[in-house]
């Protein structure tokens, strides 16, 4: 029998779509501001929700004494070869330390040294306990009287009419629930995208990677669908992680200086560099010219470095501290194996994401973006989508203030609710499908591996493989509304695996229109494998119109220069 979806209006001020860190830091922000009604609409339950749900072991980006915002923003323009705004940057990196300083007000320890400083783990980072970052976020945020939170409610898209956005439309993920808000500014703080390749770990454990499963690229799809201009998907990501059980590798590099080395026991990171992507891609390189596994050099540490890398995983990865204790053997005795993962599309240690101005404002009027959805930004971490989330929420009060929003048409309303009702209640309302989410999702998965540069392929990829990836990602679109779901969350699930394939196809368009090799592995052009300056040190950015992605190429700007868009209230 059919279902019908109930349904349930909301209206505020703001409406803050994702629970994680930005999210949270734009919610405080605006509870600053009692007169400001904010809605902040999560997926999960906000209090473990977002990248921090398992806690971390550092706030990766913070000025230690002696450094400047400059000095964050000419190391991460470099680390990414180039591209990355100067502004972005330079606004980011002068909140790190507010925020650091806000999350230890909230409860945060951060460790220190017997002068009272904080105890930094290397040129760009300090040191915390935070396995409850986010409860301590989540806890101040529920203080709020201006805020609501509402948990388990997944946004679909933003109802935008193609320059302006009023609100958004989303589904309960357990109850047969359709719903409906009207916002006066929306932001846009959900998370990245993982599960876009097939992984090291296929089949039944195909989603345990490094980057949460549950971000599924929604906020990128909800601007692309809109019509707001994209940036820089074609740099993608690719986690240099310990083998098997996809622990961060940075705690091990910086805790204790450990090296990498190859099988033959030779330290090979000059031959590549000490970039993010130069790293990985030494390892890539060593393994394919037949000199792999590569290592980290562990062998040797003393008894209490192996102990704090013991604490330090059992904060973030305690999987890596079980292997070690189950195998009898820790790091002091065996070196710890490294690879790569599959890629992902994360804005917070890429480039990739909205385009915005400095303030955070996306192309679309009433759009803002903040933490891994907004791009140009890298390597941000914590820190920077907690000052990207403040930059957002700022924005928009002052665009709430100055009553700067066109109201939505009952037409464009109308339109947005009645197409999510009717897909939704399709899928309820099938008895049969010939194939399920899953079997879409491993064709998607193997798809973009063969094609658009996955593991299988050693990351490469050319204009042949790109192009026949790109048809059977359209192919696969049109299968995914066919689709039978028993419940809402299959609902949202069927919502999240369309969300992964639009991005796909954004994805495979932008690597096909950099021609050039400018990151390694993150995006390792066969057909153009060297890097050139002189066409493509620039923005590759898009939109899409009629359902086709557009490319649009931005010219990069340095220094004082500010790349604001017009399309702004």
């Not at 980006?61 to 400047?68: E, K, L, M, Q």
């Not at 609100?167 to 916002?183: K, T």
Request: aromatic share 8%; glycine share 12%; charged share 25%.
């Amino acid at each position: 029998m059919a279902k019908s979806l109930r349904e349930i209006r909301f209206g505020c001020d703001v409406l803050i779509i994702g629970g994680g860190t930005a999210g949270c830091q734009a919610a405080l922000t605006l509870g600053e501001h009692p007169s400001v009604s904010v809605i902040v609409a999560e997926k999960a339950n906000i209090k473990r929700s977002g990248c921090l749900a398992a806690g971390v072991n550092a706030l990766n980006a913070y000025i230690v004494p002696g450094r400047t915002p400059e000095d964050y923003a000419e190391y991460a323009r470099n680390d990414a070869a180039g591209i990355a705004r100067d502004d972005l940057l330079l606004s980011a990196a002068r909140g790190f330390n507010r925020a650091a300083e806000r999350l230890e007000s909230l409860g945060l320890v951060i460790l220190k040294n017997r002068d009272g400083s904080y105890a930094a783990r290397g040129n760009r980072n300090i040191r915390i306990n935070g396995e409850n970052i986010k409860p301590i976020l989540a806890g101040a945020v529920s203080k709020l009287e201006n805020v609501r939170v509402l948990n388990r409610v997944n946004i679909v898209d933003c109802v935008a009419d193609g320059e302006n956005v009023f609100g958004a439309v989303g589904l309960g993920v357990d109850e047969e629930i359709l719903y409906v808000f009207e916002a006066r500014a929306v932001i846009c703080a959900t998370g990245g995208a993982s599960g876009l390749y097939r992984p090291n770990s296929p089949g039944f454990s195909r989603h345990r990677m490094w980057y949460p499963p549950f971000n599924t690229g929604a906020g990128y799809a909800m601007g692309i669908r809109a019509g707001a201009e994209m940036t820089t998907l074609e740099m993608r990501f690719i986690a240099l992680r310990c083998r098997d059980t996809i622990a961060p590798t940075g705690t091990i590099a910086q805790g204790v200086g450990a090296r990498q080395v190859n099988s033959l026991g030779e330290y090979y990171e000059e031959r590549y560099g000490l970039s993010t992507w130069e790293r990985l891609r030494g390892a890539v390189e060593e393994s394919r010219q037949g000199r792999g596994p590569c290592y980290l050099r562990t062998r040797g540490i003393t008894p209490d470095q192996e102990d704090q890398l013991y604490r330090a995983y059992l904060n973030m990865a305690p999987a890596q501290t079980l292997k070690w204790l189950e195998s009898g053997s820790g790091p002091h005795e065996s070196d710890v194996e490294i690879e790569g993962t599959e890629p992902y599309i994360v804005g917070g240690h890429t480039a990739s994401g909205y385009w915005t101005d400095t303030g955070r404002r996306a192309t679309l009027r009433g759009l803002y973006a903040a933490g891994d959805v907004s791009g140009g930004c890298p390597q941000k971490y914590v820190t920077g989508a907690m000052a990207e989330g403040e930059i957002a929420a700022l924005s928009a009060l002052r665009q709430v203030e100055g009553d700067l929003t066109p109201r939505a048409s009952r037409d464009v309303l109308g339109s947005f609710v009645e197409n999510l009702r009717f897909n939704v209640e399709s899928w309820l309302g099938r008895d049969r499908a010939i194939f399920t989410a899953d079997d879409i999702e491993e064709a998607m998965q193997t798809a973009m591996d063969r094609g658009a540069g996955g593991i299988s392929s050693g990351y490469r990829y050319n204009n042949a493989q790109l192009a026949q990836a790109g048809e059977r990602i359209e192919a696969l679109e049109s299968l995914a509304g066919d689709l039978r779901a028993a419940d809402m969350r299959e609902a949202v699930r069927i919502c999240e695996l369309k969300e992964r394939l639009l991005l796909c196809r954004s994805v495979i368009a932008h690597l096909g229109a950099r021609k050039e090799t400018r990151w390694g592995p993150f995006a390792d052009h066969a057909d153009y494998p060297k890097r050139d300056d002189e066409n493509y040190l620039k923005f590759v950015n898009s939109r899409m119109i009629n359902g086709k992605i557009e490319i649009i190429y931005r010219d990069i700007a340095r220094g004082r220069e500010v790349c604001e868009h017009s399309n702004r209230p």
